[in-house]
Nanobody
Framework: QVQLVESGGGLVQAGGSLRLSCTAS????????MGWYRQAPGKERELVAV????TIYYADSVKGRFTISRDNAKMDLRMNSLKPEDTAMYYC??????????WGQGTQVTVSS
């Protein structure tokens, strides 16, 4: 079992920045992916970014603005040039080819216009 705990969400004005962090309860092999998802009210949960030892992926909507990084049991998401459409609950997770095994409880990001 792995517990994932997110932190760093909050309220920010459009154009501002936030850094989200995810801390795992134990070390996760770098060959296994960790990632961030988000879900806005009334919308489906979507993949934002993923990182593993050989892969970094960003959704088109955040490319050039968000940066994912990882160090052992901790993963960060640096979010710059935030837009109101980035408003969502952000979840840390461990995605794989067979689905997501672990989810965090989520942290709210709200971007005001």
């Amino acid at each position: 079992q792995v517990q994932l705990v997110e932190s760093g969400g909050g309220l920010v004005q459009a154009g501002g920045s936030l850094r989200l962090s995810c801390t795992a309860s134990r070390s996760i092999s770098s060959s296994l992916a960790m990632g961030w998802y988000r879900q806005a009210p009334g919308k489906e949960r979507e993949l934002v970014a993923v990182i593993s030892s050989d892969t970094i992926y960003y959704a088109d909507s955040v490319k050039g603005r968000f940066t994912i990084s990882r160090d052992n049991a901790k993963m960060d998401l640096r979010m710059n040039s935030l837009k109101p459409e980035d408003t969502a609950m952000y979840y840390c997770a461990t995605p794989s080819s067979s689905g997501v095994e672990y989810w965090g409880q989520g942290t709210q990001v709200t971007v005001s216009s």
